[in-house]
């Protein structure tokens, strides 16, 4: 319990204050099976304390009771543990509920807790009955290592919200790009049928064999959950593979142009396509994009002319905003050019949303 709680909170810092951008860990496993839903929830912290950190204080608690293996501390423990079980089904409920989706870490922690409840039954540790006193020192032990954290990330949110909050300031100041009319064909995120209708709107350039298009695909589909009901998501294709982007002098990337067009095919259900390709982006290879193409029975619309004349279509819409590589997002017609670190894109969501309820 120590362990795995220990893991969350150096995740949820990582997440929190980002030193890189990463492709992933097992906390990250799918868009249901993820911590970073957890840790930017309201409950991922409190007082800018991550909930993660009380456990690895509840792991040392009863750890330490089963070294000392006294009746009080037993009894209290077993309490605990009780209290500490009902707490994690709250936690998961929650998680199911508002976050459609579980943490890995945490969902290991809570088949920990009910396991260690059921030790507690086992060896028949008597009544669970807390002793005041008992309960006193592990309240001023957790207090100690909660105000340590609370003075340590103090300084560190202080100032990250300021550098937030000025470039957001600057973001509000950028010319607005017009990108209604793309004509939402590649929707990742429909809340509306209208693209324009949405107050939160992304317009998404991207490559389906670049690493940080795929990160920042899974970013998106975090704040999809969030915003959900308020927020569309379209994809543009800008490969970078001159096989059928010109604006590129190489095949960079040389499958790119060949996923685009299975996507653009499979485009019926293009989000989920969407997210096999990058799913599979590691081994990417033309016999899996072709296996997929048979799999869905598409090789007439993969093979013909127009498929490729409508996907460089697409691309060529791509002149209007002078873009010069992948990943590249218009949010509410604001130029971003690469990947910003999450809890920034969203106080910069929420910062639109604000405005766009305002108006």
Known sequence: MVAVSAYLTHHYFDVIFPRSFSMGSFCDISSFWNCDSAAFSSLGSILNIPTSLFGVVFGLIILGGAIAKKA?????????????????????????????????GCTIYYVLSLFTVLVFIAMKAGAPRPKFFILIYYGLFTALLAGATYIYNYERFKKQDASISAWIEEMRKEPIQDDSNLGFELPLVKSTPNFSDAPLRISLFSDFQCPYCKILGNQLEKLAAKYQGKINVQ????????????????????????????????????????????AHQENLTQEWILQQVKTHKLEACYESEETKVNVKALIDKSDSFKIEGSPFMLINGRNISGLIPMRALIALLDAFLKDENQK
Request: charged share 15%.
């Open 72 to 104: 009080a501390i037993t009894q209290t423990n077993f309490f605990l543990a009780i209290f500490n079980l009902l707490g994690c089904l709250f936690l998961m409920s929650y998680s199911l509920i508002f976050l459609h989706g579980l943490c890995p």
């Open 235 to 278: 994809y543009m294709f800008f490969p970078l593979d001159s096989t059928c982007n010109d604006r590129v002098s190489s095949p960079k990337h040389p499958l790119a142009c060949a996923a685009a067009r299975l996507s653009y095919c499979a485009r019926s259900d293009f989000a989920k396509i969407h997210d096999d390709i990058y």
